[in-house]
């Protein structure tokens, strides 16, 4: 049973430049979160998506943004990259009407130069 | 304000010796209670969770917390470390309700066992 999957592993963007995450969420799950992991610090919710839209959206610029689609993958985009951004991003995903419980990828680390 | 307090960035043990990592939250409401593990360079592995009911629970590799609601407090135990438990440990706190869910963490424990 497959869990989460991010892709890519690694990514290295200059400052100014626009990326793309993506995360496939556990079969079953339909509810996709965004986490940011800055070094040393514990991750800060981005957002979260069902059905296809944000329902709930953490302390981020809008320049982060997010897409889901029918099959329940997403997509975290970040425009105007700044240093500041270079984290781990995770995605966690889970069942909104079931047990609680989150699944974590092992995350894209993405380091702005 | 919602928010989780891990007081020990670091701790470092003896292998075989017993373990406790602190864990304090402030929620309004009635909160779910989660610790998770973090190796470097790796996601977050889910070690336990408190919903209700019982307020000690067991997790897996061994690891147990207890939630005190008096003291507003969720710590994880473990009474004989391995080595392969050195790895950075996050408390957590949602909401009682599913759906509309975020997890508050804190900031993390980095542990690590000395042979």
């Known amino acids: 049973d497959a869990g989460v999957t991010q892709s890519p592993t690694h990514l290295i963007k200059t400052r100014g430049q626009q990326v793309t995450l993506r995360c496939s969420p556990k079969s079953g799950h339909d509810t996709v979160s965004w986490y940011q992991q800055a070094l040393g610090q514990g991750p800060q919710f981005i957002f979260q998506?069902?059905?296809?839209?944000?329902?709930q959206r953490g302390n981020f610029p809008d320049r982060f943004s997010g897409h889901q689609f029918p099959n329940y993958s997403s997509e975290l985009n970040v425009n105007a990259l700044l240093l500041g951004d270079s984290a781990l991003y995770l995605c966690?995903?889970?069942?909104?009407?079931?047990?609680?419980?989150?699944?974590f990828g092992s995350g894209t680390r993405l380091t702005v130069v | 304000a919602q928010s989780v307090t891990q007081p020990d960035i670091h701790i470092t043990v003896s292998e075989g010796a017993s373990l406790e990592l602190r864990c304090n939250y402030s929620y309004g409401a009635t909160p779910y209670l989660f610790w998770y593990v973090q190796s470097p360079g790796q996601g977050l592995q889910l070690l336990l969770k408190y919903f209700s009911g019982d307020t000690l629970v067991q997790g897996i590799k061994g690891f147990e917390a207890e939630f005190k609601r008096s003291q507003s407090s969720f710590n994880l135990r473990k009474p004989s470390v391995h080595w392969s438990d050195a790895a950075e440990y996050f408390c957590?706190?949602?909401?009682?309700?599913?759906?509309?869910?975020?997890?508050?963490f804190g900031a993390g424990t980095r542990l690590a066992v000395h042979p």
């Open positions: 998506y069902y059905e296809e839209e944000e329902r």
């Open positions: 966690a995903s889970t069942i909104t009407t079931g047990s609680y419980g989150y699944t």
């Open positions: 957590a706190v949602g909401p009682f309700s599913g759906g509309y869910n975020k997890l508050i």
